[in-house]
């Protein structure tokens, strides 16, 4: 089985309890979950206190509702689709793909879709790798946002990454 | 020329004062050579006003079930010491420039056109601190720059191996081992006048499929760069957007 082959299909399987917008078929790419990364360079110590993934983790726990149970590797099942109005738009804290392509995993564009599609509400701060389909830049006050599904996002850097996230309503 | 930052435990004075003749207690496996051959590059780097380097990389990641995968990338150098750089670092897909003119750091998405801004403190080696301890960003290869800065804190090795001459692409090296926390890797240096990296392996021991970044240098020490090449101007669709902020 080829890596392509078997990423498909741990998506497919995955994506078997929720509802995948026709887009995420396509888009596997990127889809399997890394554990490890070589290092670039040899000048940091190898602990890094400020290591993004845990910032990003712990902002994610600390916008957690509760929902999210998932250690898996089977991000499709992060919880986060499908349970109502305690959404929680997940930002994937794996060893990350999204590191290393600007793609992003579709993981996260299906979770966001999901999430949109089924809640009136997402959790102030929570983030996501990319944008719902169909969601519209919304500037306002000289500042970027996108708004969709009654959600308004703005766009940000975490280290390197480009990640939106779900804002108050500006003005 | 000063060994604190590569300074291992036990190398002791004799080192340090330069003759390394014999090799200390405590550290067995610390060929002085090594050490010295990387303080011989590190000062040479140090004389450079300016550099611009490329460097054609692999970086391993592992799959959950241990596989490995390869990721191409492409990162160009353009350095004025000691306080400007554009750094380009291209990955697969995914492309970021990185500007920093002494006053400001700016990150930059060509592909969305999203960029963000932050004051920037007065050094290369001081921005860099501050993009990995506040915004967490570790630059490919930062070691360009720590290396080129005398007096930076390096971590220390546990081991230094020289195994002598190798060529890379044409250019006559020396290639050289070295162990430090849980990282090995390998340098190739220049043979000559100009002692500078033309490779670089940097192997992760924490995984036991041992993902490895390779990366080849291409070397410009008298690049013909101006003042006005470090200073990052958005085009008229590029928007900035925050970088989110560790400390805050």
Request: charged content about 20%; overall charge positive; glycine content about 8%.
């Amino acid at each position: 089985m080829t890596l392509r082959h078997a990423r498909l299909a741990a998506l497919l399987a995955a994506a078997a309890t929720v509802a995948l917008p026709p887009t995420l078929a396509e888009a596997a790419r990127g889809a399997g979950r890394v554990r490890a990364s070589a290092p670039t360079n040899v000048s940091r110590p190898a602990a890094r206190p400020n290591n993004i993934s845990g910032r990003t983790q712990n902002t994610a726990v600390a916008n957690r509702s509760g929902a999210r149970a998932n250690n898996s590797g089977n991000r499709i099942n992060n919880g986060d689709v499908n349970i109502g109005n305690r959404t929680n738009i997940n930002i994937d804290n794996d060893h990350r793909w999204h590191d290393w392509d600007d793609d992003y995993h579709p993981v996260a564009r299906g979770v966001a879709f999901g999430a949109a599609a089924a809640v009136t509400s997402a959790v102030v701060g929570s983030m996501i790798y990319s944008l719902p389909p169909a969601c519209a830049p919304r500037p306002y006050g000289g500042t970027s946002y996108y708004y969709c599904g009654n959600v308004w996002y703005a766009p940000q850097y975490q280290a390197d990454q480009v990640v939106y996230v779900v804002v108050n309503p500006p003005g | 020329m000063k060994l604190s930052r590569f300074a291992v435990a036990g190398l002791g004075l004799a080192l340090l004062a330069g003759s390394a003749a014999t090799q200390p207690k405590g550290a067995p496996d610390v060929d002085p050579e090594a050490i010295q051959a990387v303080q011989r590059m590190r000062a040479y780097l140090g004389t450079l006003t300016a550099f611009e380097v490329k460097a054609d990389s692999t970086i391993e990641v592992v799959l959950e079930d241990g596989q490995k995968v390869q990721l191409e990338g492409v990162t160009t150098y353009k350095v004025r010491r000691p306080n400007g750089f554009v750094i380009e670092a291209a990955i697969n897909n995914k492309v970021r420039q990185f500007f920093y003119d002494g006053r400001q750091f700016t990150i930059f998405a060509p592909k969305y056109g999203y960029y963000a801004q932050v004051p920037a403190p007065q050094t290369i080696a001081k921005t860099l601190d501050e993009a990995y301890d506040r915004y967490g960003i570790s630059l490919p290869l930062e070691d360009l720059f720590h290396w080129s800065e005398p007096g930076e804190k390096l971590v220390p090795v546990t081991s230094a191996i020289v195994l002598g001459d190798a060529v890379v692409g044409g250019v006559d090296t020396d290639q050289y081992l070295f162990r430090q926390d849980d990282r090995d890797w390998q340098i190739w240096i220049q043979k000559g006048d100009q002692p500078i990296p033309r490779k670089l392996v940097i192997v992760d021991r924490t995984d036991d499929a041992r993902p490895a970044y390779t990366a080849r240098l291409t070397w410009n020490v008298r690049p013909n760069l101006t003042a006005g090449a470090f200073t990052f101007r958005p085009s008229g669709d590029a928007k900035a957007i925050r970088l989110s902020d560790a400390s805050r």
